[in-house]
Structure formats: structure tokens, C-alpha cells
């Protein structure tokens, strides 16, 4: 009787020893943490850019120089250490037998963040040096509105002014009738009869094309050039709106597409010239257009908001005179994408602009 319960006691210790040396083994915590850490790296990846983009944005509004810093690398390592120790103590008189055990585990996360700041000649290829139209027009195929994109992006077409930051007063100084071209490549759009075509001809780039960079240079061995093209429609109201987009950018009365260059001016007929901006020219356009406190405006701390609004007649065609005796047009400039936004709102009447 006494040997059977020593057996007994002995399998049971055995028992109780190894049974948290199966378990522990089956304890990973490799998939689960992969799952939930992915999301919340990259859900305060995010929101660190967008408050260091916020950033920025005010520091350029109050002529502080702006500071980018790229996180280059985000390492979340992770060490799980576990042990088990038992014994068993039997006497054959059952006199004294005893269990005694324990087991330990733990638990480390060593997470690792590389940063980078923007200095030298990657600081001008991504913040000072203009982005090449080509970069930026193949953006309208995938939905984005062109009217926004080229707000944003466009200092001005063909001539046509957006406003500016700095050097043109209250009200930034704009043409109006960019903003009528605007209005008409997004209602072109918005129906299909206008698009961004790319190709890899062998069409001469300009003299003021941009440095090619990091930023501006397109994959591909071949250089590659954005045309503007005007699709045929039956539309008469389309027809008119192509006529007057035509008209505003000085094309021929039947072209068909455009070769979008680089620059204030087209060098040769038949090219659409954007002198597009930099990425610190986009951002110190929006801290222009954002309100700050009056009192920091009065004492000097930063110069007066931006005003967007804008009163002049726009063109109609004679064919549309009789029945259209006043017309308002209201074009969204939003640039909601980066933080901020505005409406202009234009009265068009029956005269064309100078």
C-alpha cells in the first residue's frame, strides 16, 4: 500500500511538472502581436506626419523655417523568455513527501525608430525644387479633380495667374480667368471630354524644364511628356465650354490635345505651359489662406490672411447670350487633401474678359 502511493505521488509530481512545459510551448506571440501592431505603427505613423505637416505649415506662417524629419525605420522587437522548475521529495513512509515547483516568464518589446531629417540636396529635390507637370497632371486620371490639383499645384497657366503667398497683397494677387479655366477643365472632366494622355516620344523639353530629380524624374528610361486632350463630344454645351478652354489657353480653334511643358510662357504653339510649384511654395500658399488670431496680425507676428474673393465679368459665347442674362459661378478651391480650404465665388455676365 505505501509503494503503490509512492508511485502514485511520483506520477502525479511527473504529471504537474511537465504539463506547464506542454503549454508554455504552445504559447507564440509572433502572429497575434503582427496583426495589431501593423495597424497601430502605422495608425500613429500617420498621425505623427500629419501633425508635423501642421506644423510646418504654421511655422511658415509665422517666417519660421520649416523642418522635415522622415522616419526611415520602425523596428518593434519583441523577446518572450519562460522556465519551469519542479521537484518532488517522497519518503517510502509517506512521512514528509512533498510537491514543490515554479516557473517564470517574461515578456520584453524593444521597439527601435530610425529618423532622418531633409538636409542638402535631398532638402531642394523634395521641398524647394518645383514638381515637373509631368508628375503631377497623370494625378487627375485617377479622380482627382483637376480644378483642385491645379490650385494647389499651378502657379500659372499660359499667363494666367493663381494667387500667391507672398508679394502680391491682400488679395494674392490672381487672374481671374484662371480660375474660369479652372471651372472648365473640371466640368470637362466631370463629363468625360477631357483627359491627360502620357507618352514616351521624343518631343524636345523646353529650356526651362526643372532640374530633373528624385522627386521630378519619372520611371522609365525615356523621358516622358503629359498632353492635354479635348475629346470629341456632341454635347453643344461641352463643345462650348472646349471653345473657351481653347480660347483661355491660346490653342488653335480645332486642336484636339496639347503638349503640357514647364514654365511661365509655351515656347512654341501648340504647348500648354504650367509653372508649377514647389512643395514649400503649396504649403506656404495654404498657411497664407488660414485664419490666425487678429492680434498676431496687428502686432507684426505674421502678415494678413489671403482673401480669395473676386468680382469680374466672365466670358460666354454669342450663341448663348440671349438666354443667359446673368450667370453665377462658384468654383470649389479646395485643398482639403492637405488641412484647409476655400470657395471663390465669380459673377459672370454677358462680356468676355479682357
Known sequence: M????????????????????????????????LSHDQLDYSRALGEAEKHAMLLNIIRIRYADP???????????????????????????????????????????ESPTFTYQPETGQQYAENVIRPISPVVIMPLSLGGLPIDTLLRLTAQSIDGL???????????????????????????????????????????????????????????????????????????PALTTIQAEVRRLLHLDPHAEEAEIVYG????????????????????????????VPEEDIKAGRTLPTISLS??????TSSSTQASQSQNIITIRCDIGAVGTGSTTTISAANSALP
Do not use: W
Not at 514528509?96 to 517574461?106: D, P
Not at 501648340?270 to 489662406?289: D, K, N, P, V
Open 66 to 108: 520649416p523642418t522635415f524629419l522622415d522616419t526611415t525605420q520602425v523596428i518593434a522587437g519583441y523577446q518572450f523568455n519562460r522556465s519551469v522548475n519542479g521537484g518532488f521529495n517522497a519518503f517510502p513512509s509517506g512521512i514528509g513527501s512533498y510537491l514543490s515547483g515554479g516557473s517564470t516568464a517574461t515578456l520584453q
Open 161 to 235: 495667374s493663381n494667387v500667391r503667398a507672398l508679394g502680391a497683397g491682400p488679395t494674392g494677387g490672381g487672374s481671374v480667368r484662371f480660375y474660369l479655366l479652372l471651372h472648365d477643365l473640371r466640368q470637362l472632366q466631370i463629363a468625360g471630354a477631357m483627359t491627360i494622355r502620357i507618352a514616351t516620344d521624343a518631343s524636345k523639353p523646353p529650356v526651362d524644364q526643372p532640374p530633373s530629380g528624385s522627386a521630378n524624374k519619372p520611371s522609365g528610361t525615356q523621358p516622358e511628356h503629359a498632353y492635354l486632350v479635348l475629346t470629341a463630344t456632341s454635347d
Open 2 to 33: 505505501t509503494i503503490s502511493r509512492f508511485y502514485l505521488l511520483a506520477l502525479r509530481a511527473l504529471t504537474l511538472g511537465l504539463l506547464p512545459c506542454l503549454v508554455s510551448g504552445c504559447i507564440t506571440i509572433g502572429p497575434s502581436r
Open 310 to 315: 473676386v468680382s469680374r465679368p466672365a466670358p
Open 264 to 291: 511661365p510662357y509655351p515656347k512654341t504653339p501648340g504647348q500648354i505651359a504650367i509653372l508649377t510649384r514647389s512643395m514649400f511654395a503649396m504649403l506656404s500658399q495654404i498657411a497664407y489662406e488660414m485664419d
